[in-house]
Each structure stands twice: as C-alpha cells, then as structure tokens.
C-alpha cells in the first residue's frame, strides 16, 4: 500500500515571496504520477495544481508553480514564486499508480498555506 | 467544456437514513471515482466506475454503493446512516484512469 506523508500542517508566507512544501510517498511501484491539488478555503473543491509522472526526470512547472521530484528519495516538494493572497489554500500532495485498472488518489493529510499581504 | 457537477451541495441526515448523492462528469471523461473527505484530513478513495461497473473500491463497508449510467454521470448512495458518516463527499471524473478533476462536493451532515 501506498502512503502520503505531508510533514508541514501550516506555513505562512508573504505575499511576492517563495514558499515550498514538502511531501513524501512510500511505494514499490517504479511507475506512478504524483499530484498537488488545492482547495481553497470554504470551498471543497479541490483544484489540481501540477502533475509529475515519475518516469519523467524533468521537474514539472506550471507558471508559478513547479515541483522538485527526488526519486530515489521519495519527495515531491511544491515551490510557489510570487506567492499571492489567491493561493491561500490547503494544499495536497497525492500518489496515483501507472497501471491498468483501478487508478485511485493517495492523499496527505494537507499543509494549510496562508499567504499575508 | 463543462466541469464535474455534484448535487446537491448540502445535505442534513439523521441516523439510520439513506442518501444518494450524485454527479455529472466532465464532457469527454469516461470514469468516475468518489472520495470521503473528513474534518481536517484529506480525501479517502471510496470506489471507482468504469464503464457502468465498480472498478476498484477502497475500505469502506458495502452499505456505501454507487452506479454508473450510460452518460458516466454517477451515484454514490449511503445506507444506514452513522454519525462518523458525516463528511465532504468530493466526486472526480477522467479519461480511462487518467488525472482526476474533481467537482465542489457535497457536504454531508448526519445528525
């Protein structure tokens, strides 16, 4: 089985700064696809951020947001450039297989980011 | 393109009752999976539909059971009601088992 491991339940961050957020797995698979998602606050939505597939080796990137994936050593840590007030959220990190069948999200238990103006 | 839609967006239950909750796929999706998400923790994987069948479910008991129509809109019902029951209940749709988009859930109290 799988597991998600967010370290940080909070973190705070200025607004026009960089903030990162840490997230570790445990798996045997050697294929998969990791995820953030986004929820806001009184929203249950959960909007997805980037995605990583891990046979590729180069870190995704979606504008302001991009991923240090380690492989080796199971992390896949989000950085936010030019933080602002809309990316106050509850951030998760989630571990999917690659492979036929069931496809189901492993979720962390979240990092609540606020951003201060 | 129209988003995942899930009705309705509250909902007030009391022990012991049924509920069904539903959902609409986004348009080219295929597959839809459903998710528990208590107070403060994150989503927990309830069961998947492909193709109008279950295709994988997660640990929860049998009195949680869903469908899948013709249109991959899907249901998730809920029998006999408990209060650990009470919840955000978040759908997501996908091509085949891709990446998942998820729809503003449905919040569900039992009381």
């Known amino acids: 089985a799988q597991t998600v491991t967010q370290s940080q339940p909070e973190m705070s961050v200025q607004e026009a700064e960089t903030v990162t957020l840490s997230c570790t797995y445990d798996?045997?698979?050697?294929?998969?696809?990791l995820f953030w998602y986004k929820q806001p606050p009184s929203s249950g939505q959960m909007i997805l951020v980037i995605?990583?597939?891990?046979?590729?080796?180069q870190n995704a990137t979606e504008n302001r947001f991009s991923v240090n994936f380690q492989k080796a050593a199971k992390s896949f840590s989000l950085k936010i450039s030019d933080s602002q007030l809309g990316d106050t959220a509850m951030y998760f990190c989630?571990?999917?297989?690659?492979?036929?069948?069931?496809?189901?999200?492993?979720f962390g238990s979240g990092t609540r980011l606020q951003v201060q103006p | 393109e129209t988003g995942v839609t899930q009705s309705p967006t509250h909902l007030i239950k009391t022990r012991g009752q049924q509920v069904t909750l539903r959902c609409s796929s986004q348009?080219?999706?295929?597959?839809v999976s459903w998710y528990q998400q208590a107070l403060g923790q994150g989503p927990q994987f309830i069961f998947q539909?492909?193709?109008?069948?279950?295709?994988g479910r997660g640990n929860f008991p049998p009195r949680f059971s869903g469908l899948q129509f013709p249109n991959y809109s899907s249901e998730l019902n809920v029998n006999a009601l408990e209060l650990d029951d009470s919840a955000l209940y978040l759908c997501?749709?996908?091509?085949?088992?891709?990446?998942?988009?998820f729809g503003p859930g449905t919040r569900l109290l039992v009381l």
């Open positions: 997501a749709s996908s091509f085949l088992q891709g990446t998942q988009y």
């Open positions: 798996t045997s698979e050697s294929n998969y696809y």
């Open positions: 995605r990583q597939e891990a046979y590729k080796q």
């Open positions: 989630a571990f999917m297989k690659h492979r036929t069948g069931r496809r189901a999200l492993t």
């Open positions: 348009s080219g999706h295929n597959t």
């Open positions: 539909y492909y193709r109008e069948e279950e295709n």
